[in-house]
T-cell receptor, first 113, second 112 residues
């Protein structure tokens, strides 16, 4: 089955800096890669996703890149703000195979002002 | 997100008891999922169901049971066989074949 590794586990940046979180996956059949943001005690919220037919996707300060050959994908947050502080999770699945979304262990991002 | 309702939000279980967490969705989604989250940890898959009357075990199914008698409902029972059930439980759903997965607000289960 799918296995998703996520690094780093914690990340501290200064306000205005960029933050990068990286994930690798094991199942070459995976074709959908979402990123979630979770605040303490709340449910995860989708912030951006990418499908395997796309190499990069951007939404304002957030971007995701995908390297299918290397089986890794990354989240890039530019111009970080204190409200970006949260836990971020990557995930992977192959919808056609009917598999479930498998998550990485999360990255705790702290943005200090 | 507002289309998935989990209850109760907080639940206390005594040793040896079975408890059931409810998950209802009105999004007409085919697939439903249960995840467990421990403090400071990621989401681990317990069970999932792609269609009514069918479900599959996830990575940590031992000590849990589910049913899918209706499309909109996917209750999770935490049995006495689950020795360390204290965690945050998240139910989710999606349309089979892709698109966004939606989460409920979660249920906190504590053993007393």
């Amino acid at each position: 089955g799918e296995n998703v590794e996520q690094h780093p586990s914690t990340l501290s940046v200064q306000e205005g800096d960029s933050a990068v979180i990286k994930c690798t996956y094991s199942d070459s059949a995976s074709n959908y890669f979402p990123w979630y943001k979770q605040e303490l005690g709340k449910r995860p919220q989708l912030i951006i996703d990418i499908r395997s037919n796309v190499g990069e996707k951007k939404d304002q300060r957030i971007a995701v890149t995908l390297n299918k050959t290397a089986k890794h994908f990354s989240l890039h947050i530019t111009e970080t703000q204190p409200e970006d502080s949260a836990v971020y999770f990557c995930a992977a699945t192959s919808w056609q195979a009917g598999t479930a979304l498998i998550f990485g262990k999360g990255t705790t991002l702290s943005v200090s002002s | 997100d507002g289309g998935i309702t989990q209850s109760p939000k907080y639940l206390f279980r005594k040793e040896g008891q079975n408890v059931t967490l409810s998950c209802e969705q009105n999004l007409n989604h085919d697939a439903m999922y249960w995840y467990r989250q421990d403090p400071g940890q990621g989401l681990r898959l317990i069970y999932y169901s792609q269609i009514v009357n069918d479900f599959q075990k996830g990575d940590i199914a031992e000590g849990y049971s589910v049913s899918r008698e209706k499309k909109e409902s996917f209750p999770l029972t935490v049995t006495s066989a689950q020795k360390n059930p204290t965690a945050f439980y998240l139910c989710a759903s999606t349309v089979t074949g892709g698109n966004t997965i939606y989460f409920g607000e979660g249920s906190w289960l504590t053993v007393v």
